[in-house]
């Protein structure tokens, strides 16, 4: 059977710059921060499945799930000569479990967990800025923000993110404070205020999936509230844009107007 999984996967992770422009990973820390907590979220979830809670948070679960399972000789080379270029050992755990993985989920789908794609979240995250560091205290530097892992019942209640789609990610990230608000009973549309410098920028998220500026958002938090708005976390913001995003994907494509004639074949 060809390693369509596992190539596939080899590739996103050979496109990674591990250590990235700083202008760039600091435009997407936000999304990065969301999709660090997902990832350590999830792998509370496999380690608690697979009593690997001494390996967590960046493990290669593959050997815990089938110790006996291998990639073809060909593709375990390719792996390893690119894991050699990979910095530092947790960094090289992850992306060995992720092409692992990924190559298990497709030969053998029945025997895989009902548990969330383990390795997704932190392989968007390699992708939108390369690694992390840990600190001298044992925290993680996400570049730009610093983030404790905790442990791994304390990760099993976070609130979960599904809304992994590029949309959503770009339109977590920006400068500045952000508030999220949204109708009571979190209903869009969704706005957010951003404090820059002291500057506010009052800000809804519209209809062609973009932040535009708005007037909608009163000046003070009493009267945020009397207007029937409620604040939202991250996640809840999220899941609001991947919802608008969602919708319009199903939207019918517009039909080309112009010549008339017979459709070409």
């Not at 350590?40 to 390996?55: D, I, P, V």
């Not at 820059?196 to 909608?216: I, N, Y």
Request: proline residues 8%; negative net charge; contains cysteine.
């Amino acid at each position: 059977m060809a390693e369509r999984a596992a190539s596939g996967m080899l590739n996103r992770l050979r496109a990674v710059e591990w250590v990235g422009d700083w202008d760039r990973v600091l435009a997407c820390v936000m999304s990065r921060r969301i999709l660090m907590r997902e990832y350590l979220r999830r792998a509370a979830l496999w380690a608690q499945e697979y009593s690997a809670e001494s390996a967590w948070p960046f493990f290669d679960v593959s050997e815990y799930v089938d110790p006996g399972f291998r990639l073809s000789p060909e593709t375990a080379a390719e792996l390893d000569a690119y894991l050699g270029r990979v910095p530092g050992s947790e960094l090289r755990q992850t992306c060995a479990g992720a092409v692992r993985l990924a190559e298990m989920r497709e030969q053998t789908p029945a025997a895989m967990p009902d548990l969330p794609d383990l390795y997704e979240p932190l392989v968007l995250f390699y992708e939108r800025g390369g690694e992390f560091v840990r600190d001298d205290a044992g925290g993680l530097d996400l570049t730009g923000v610093s983030f404790r892992p905790g442990t791994p019942q304390g990760n099993l209640s976070t609130p979960p993110f599904r809304a992994l789609g590029e949309t959503v990610l770009d339109a977590l990230d920006t400068t500045g404070r952000v508030s999220y608000y949204a109708a009571d009973g979190g209903r869009a549309p969704l706005l957010r205020r951003r404090v820059v410098r002291g500057e506010r920028h009052d800000e809804l998220f519209g209809p062609d999936l973009r932040w535009e500026p708005t007037d909608r958002l009163p000046e003070t938090e009493e009267a945020v509230k009397s207007a029937g708005l409620v604040p939202l976390d991250e996640i809840a913001a999220a899941e609001l844009i991947g919802d608008a995003a969602g919708r319009a994907s199903r939207q019918p494509a517009p039909r080309p107007c112009g010549r008339r004639g017979r459709p070409r074949p």
